[in-house]
């Protein structure tokens, strides 16, 4: 139980575009999500939490209208990366929250170009 | 200031040498400790959730401890496919949300 999935797992992208990676719930239903982003060797950084059915609350530092977070349903979150710069080009990792434990995905390699 | 540090930063043994990974915490309050194990490239696999000091878990060789300051990641007789990152995060009370703060993690490599 309590699997998450990710798509796509890697992306590659030109400089200025837009690209969008989702999040879901397999087998149970996540009020709450969670994105973070990975750089190599180092721990993972919150980025947003995101809520079922409201707005998305996103930590110090980072931008809200870059990092575009939608969570429409309990078993669905997405992450669109806007005007992507090679700056942006990481590993970003969701999770979902069941009975205040929280399960990743396998994570998305974004590489902008 | 809520913190977590983990040690050492990377572990070297030998298949069947037993060893502990400590993870160190300052927070506000615990709502709960965690572990997870992450492979190169995935995202991490839950392990163990931990909420109040003396409490144990275990899992094939593996065994989770929490006192008020710390917790310990035991590693009996690993195996070579016991080699991954290993993470602590714990979830502070004063946060109003279940969001985790992460350690940088203990690099194990077992090897044969």
């Known amino acids: 139980g309590a699997v998450v999935s990710q798509h796509p797992s890697r992306v590659i992208c030109k400089s200025g575009t837009s690209v969008k990676i989702e999040c879901r719930s397999l087998?149970?239903?996540?009020?709450?999500m969670f994105w973070y982003r990975q750089f190599p060797k180092q721990s993972l950084m919150l980025m947003a939490t995101?809520?079922?059915?409201?707005?998305?609350?996103?930590e110090q530092g980072v931008e809200k209208d870059k990092f575009l977070i939608n969570h429409a349903s309990l078993t669905l979150s997405t992450l669109t990366v806007t005007s992507a710069h090679p700056e942006d080009s990481s590993f970003y990792i969701c999770?979902?929250?069941?009975?205040?434990?929280?399960?990743f995905g396998p994570g998305t390699r974004l590489t902008v170009t | 200031e809520d913190q977590v540090t983990q040690s050492p930063e990377a572990l070297r043994l030998q298949e069947g040498e037993s060893s502990s990974l400590n993870c160190s915490y300052t927070v506000s309050g615990l709502r709960g400790l965690f572990w997870y194990r992450q492979d190169p490239g995935k995202g991490p696999e839950f392990l163990f959730t931990l909420y109040s000091a003396g409490e144990e878990k275990e899992k094939e060789r593996l065994k989770a401890t929490l006192t008020k300051k710390e917790s310990f990641l035991h590693i009996t007789a690993p195996k070579p496919e016991d080699s991954a990152t290993y993470l602590c995060a714990v979830a502070p009370r004063s946060y109003n949300t279940d969001k985790l703060i992460f350690g940088t993690g203990t690099r194990l490599q077992v090897f044969p």
């Open positions: 087998d149970f239903q996540a009020t709450t």
């Open positions: 999770s979902a929250e069941s009975s205040y434990e929280q399960y």
């Open positions: 995101s809520n079922e059915g409201s707005k998305a609350t996103y």
